[in-house]
């Protein structure tokens, strides 16, 4: 913990976040009380939302309500045991997920209820499917339509899924690679989709 300006660097998990009520807290790694987080201040980071037991690093203030997060600084998904978050994906994809492109893209529609939704990758005109978990694994609870993220894209057996989701303006900071565009074939036109997708088994 670092004090600056009256400030305090904590880092904590998040005990829950509700993107409907606009709020949720991290639990305190000091053992004090719960510390406000609001949703602007999540918008601030670049997400509109944060799974359940991710871990995030913020600047906390003592207000009259309690302590409240000022400032997101860092935001690490919930720990898993390794394994695929679904199926679909290939546990040899889960062990290279950082060496894939991240991709700029934008959500179609995402329906935490039925678990599911879809995203379109700048200059690509095909949907990528996004599962929940995959979601959930990448430390979102939820996304909102046209929200901007950025993507790591697989080719599974009914099309293009998302591997891996992370913050659009936050890409560059959490998973060292640049976005960029998706392309199916190289100018010089020997090049197709296996340089630019990982593939799962069929």
Known sequence: MTEECGLKLVSGRVKWFDPAKGYGFILNSDGGPDI????????NFGRSSVAD??????????TTRGLQA???????PPETDGTPPIADIDSEVIDQLDSLPLRPARVKWFDKGKGFG???????????????EVLRHSGFS?????EAVGIRVVEGPRGLMAAQITSWD???DEN???LHPLRLHDDDDNGDADEYLAHVAE
Do not use: K, M, Y
């Open 142 to 146: 939820d996304l909102a339509i046209g």
């Open 176 to 178: 060292g690679g640049e």
């Open 70 to 76: 000022s400032e997101v600084v860092e935001i690490e």
């Open 53 to 62: 037991q991710s871990r995030v690093t913020a600047w906390v203030q003592p």
């Open 170 to 172: 936050r890409g560059d």
């Open 118 to 132: 879809f995203a379109n990758i700048f200059g690509h005109p095909d949907d990528v499917f996004i599962h929940i």
């Open 36 to 43: 406000l987080l609001h949703a602007n201040v999540l918008r």
